[in-house]
């Protein structure tokens, strides 16, 4: 049986551990700690495409680490990003650039990698501009996610203040980014995340304020992007808690199930992703015995699912079973300071 670790990043106020390395118990669906890592307020972390290196966020920019035989990490470099603290990062699909998404200052920063995963110099700074529909937190650009589309030609980078996502083409040669397309969201919806599908064709964004997943189907003609909506489903129950607010949307390791988690209505929904239409078909919307899931993540064989409850310190454990759409908590919770983030790595 194939060996797994997971990685889970935290707040450090009044602590200095930001990422915590776990053993995935795959038979029982939990975790067992085994290293602690010092990094300031890991929000978010990535591992590159090639499974060798992980990168975080923190305060001073982001950090780069090598991914040891037993699943522990060993830092190689740190650097800035020349503006306010991060909230995302990723790699492009050959692993020569991170993008990091700037909420704060809507700012989208690119980075070079080297050959051994380290940290290079910043190679574009693109800020956004405008103003958003609704006169408070969103009143102003906040890129809260960056991704390359699959055939790595596209940064998509959404855009939670002005409810939309912009589509760069990117120059694999100077690491500069330039606008082609805006993917517009309804007004007052707040595009926090995005996930691609496996064979690249379908985009899906999930909507914080709203509560809302949107499909989209990519085609790239006459070296142009093109997307076409094809389908906007709910992440919540009719009868949800009224301050619900979307929080995370994870893959399974097998690109047949999504997953979303709701914040307020403390929730998570697993969908079934048609092989062909790319569509999504609700199993089931349930809760998760915590408080505001930052982030939840199957586990690789699908048996079992972490849910990380950002505001009672705590993860939860669950056995799914999708046939008959049941979630039931299968171990006991864990406690871990406001944890945001989960990535699973196989050994």
């Known amino acids: 049986m194939d060996k797994y670790v997971a990685y889970v990043s935290c707040y450090t106020q009044g602590s200095k551990i930001g990422i915590r390395v776990y053993d995935v118990d795959m038979e029982a669906g939990t975790f067992h700690e085994k290293d602690e890592v010092q990094i300031s307020n890991s929000s978010y972390m990535t591992i590159s495409h090639n499974r060798k290196h992980l990168y975080s966020i923190t305060d001073y920019g982001v950090e780069a680490y090598d991914i040891e035989a037993d699943g522990r990490i060993k ?52 800020y956004h501009k405008g103003i958003g529909s609704v006169a408070d937190r969103n ?19 959404a855009d939670l203040g002005l409810d939309h996502v912009k589509v760069y083409r990117f120059d694999h040669a100077t690491g500069k980014l330039s606008m082609v397309d805006i993917i517009h969201s309804e007004q007052y919806s707040g595009p926090r995340h995005l996930k691609i599908s496996k064979d690249g064709m379908y985009i899906y964004i999930i909507h914080e304020a709203t509560c809302m997943v949107d499909v989209y189907r990519y085609i790239e003609e006459n070296d142009n992007p093109e997307f076409e909506k094809i389908q906007s489903i709910s992440t919540v129950n009719d009868y949800h808690a009224g301050d619900s607010a979307a929080s995370a949307i994870n893959l399974s390791w097998d690109f047949r199930y999504m997953l979303c988690s709701n914040a307020g209505d403390n929730s998570v929904t697993l969908y079934n992703i048609d092989e062909i239409s790319g569509k999504l078909d609700k199993i089931f919307c349930l809760p998760i015995s915590g408080l505001y899931p930052k982030d939840a993540a199957l586990f690789p064989d699908n048996r079992h699912l972490v849910s990380l409850n950002h ?3 705590t993860m939860t454990f669950f056995g799914v079973d999708p046939e008959k759409k049941t979630l039931v908590m299968c171990a006991k919770e864990i406690k871990i300071p406001m944890p945001n983030c989960v990535v699973f790595h196989r050994l």
Request: hydrophobic share 30%; aromatic share 10%; net charge negative.
């Open 75 to 126: 830092t190689i470099s740190q650097a800035s990003i020349n503006g306010m603290r991060g909230c995302y990062l990723s790699t492009d699909y050959e692993d020569k650039y991170l993008f990091v998404a700037g909420y704060h200052d809507g700012k989208i920063t690119v980075l070079s990698l080297d050959e051994n995963g380290g940290l290079g110099d910043i190679v574009d700074e693109v």
């Open 139 to 157: 009143f102003r650009p906040h890129v809260n996610c960056v991704k390359m589309t699959r055939d790595n030609k596209y940064l998509l980078a």
């Open 311 to 313: 505001e009672n310190n």
